[in-house]
């Protein structure tokens, strides 16, 4: 499971000014990682790896499964329907799956997450939504933690292309105004400030700052 781009970022401890300085990674799959539901059992697989978890999250069939999966202690976040279990059951391996695109791997005092990006495959529809998923990391294992980070970061994750975003988050200029003033906008002596990418970029679709033709240059189509 390759970590990919290497880059710097700089994490902002709660209210405090201070600032640390911490590597992340960014990794585009050259193929699309299949993430198969092709377990039987919840632990048949160490959880070392985020991929590792991607697998068990789309072969989970019962409740006890998801919530071994999850970091939460909210029951009405983890619940899922028996009729959608029941559903699942009847998948295809190999029609049915979450194909991984793209990871953003980083620490933030002190706790290693991951944000996985993906598209859904269905064998009963030609469209292939894009989501994300948010990892933490506790001890040796990953968790899936939906509220872990900031929405704003979880959305650039969602919505930018992926080259575009491996370009912001390197700092890698390319003549575009766009790009290059987003560049300088996020990035300082320290490299990127995450956090910060993601509040200019939820900007840009708030009703009276919406900014359509930073979205059309920037944003993927999600397909939902």
């Known amino acids: 499971y390759g970590q990919g781009q290497s880059i710097y970022y700089k994490s902002y401890k709660e209210a405090f000014e201070r600032t640390e300085q911490t590597k992340a990674y960014y990794h585009v799959y050259d193929l699309p990682f299949e993430a198969k539901p092709i377990l039987q059992e919840k632990g048949e697989i160490d ?17 006890k499964w998801v919530n071994y999966n999850t970091y939460s202690k909210d029951r009405d976040l983890m619940y899922k329907p028996p009729a959608y279990f029941a559903k699942k059951k009847k998948w295809n391996p190999d029609k049915n799956y979450l194909s991984l695109t793209s990871k953003l791997q980083f620490e933030m005092d002190g706790v290693e997450y991951a944000l996985m990006r993906f598209r859904a495959v269905s064998e009963h529809s030609d469209r292939q939504p894009i989501g994300v998923y948010v990892f933490r990391k506790k001890k040796s294992r990953w968790y899936d933690a939906p509220n872990a980070l900031s929405d704003n970061l979880i959305m650039t994750m969602l919505y930018f292309k992926i080259d575009l975003l491996e370009a912001v988050l390197i700092g890698k200029k390319n003549g575009n105004p766009y790009m290059d003033e987003l560049i300088d906008r996020v990035h300082d002596e ?8 993601g509040d200019v970029v939820a900007a840009w679709s708030e009703v009276d700052k919406e900014d359509k033709d930073k979205q059309n240059y920037f944003f993927d189509k999600i397909d939902w």
Not at 50 to 58: T, V
Not at 190 to 197: A, C, E, V
Request: glycine share 4%.
């Open 190 to 197: 320290n490299g990127i400030n995450l956090m910060l990418l």
């Open 47 to 63: 959880l070392n790896y985020p991929e590792q978890l991607m697998i068990s999250i789309a072969s989970a069939t019962n409740q």
